[in-house]
């Protein structure tokens, strides 16, 4: 069974709204816990969309690691590269002190060409 925070973040909708979203020609990113280390919110595999205008579905464990995957999508938005980072849970503000790797994929649809 998994944990109760986890079912959303592994939710097959993730997947289901990924491939409307790409129907659709909508650009957006898919951000996933690629590993963890020590204590952490979510588990490896969970997922989170964050679309062209902010608004997100799915969860990366929330604070600090959704606030930060938020802004490398944007830079992913408008470059197309794909991103690692880790996240350290040290802060006073985190209970938790591991550390979670996200991975940020964007899916381009509508870029503008550049060129000729």
């Known amino acids: ?3 109760k925070n986890s079912r ?30 020590g204590s952490t919110p979510a ?13 997100t579905v799915g969860t990366l464990g929330g604070g600090c690691v959704e606030h930060g995957a938020k802004a490398l999508a944007e ?13 350290a849970l040290e802060s006073a503000s985190s209970a938790c002190g591991g550390r979670v790797k996200v991975m940020i994929e964007a899916f381009h649809y509508n870029r503008k060409k550049t060129g000729a």
Not at 14 to 37: D, H, M, Q
Not at 43 to 55: C, D, F, Q, T, V
Request: hydrophobic share 35%.
């Open 1 to 3: 069974m998994l944990p």
């Open 43 to 55: 588990e490896p595999g969970a997922k989170m969309i964050i679309k062209r205008n902010g608004s």
């Open 8 to 37: 959303s973040s592994l939710n097959p909708g993730i997947y289901e709204l990924a491939a409307r979203l790409s129907k659709e020609k909508e650009n957006f990113v898919l951000a996933t816990v690629v590993g963890t280390e």
């Open 75 to 87: 830079q992913s938005l408008k470059d197309g590269k794909l991103r690692t980072m880790t996240f």
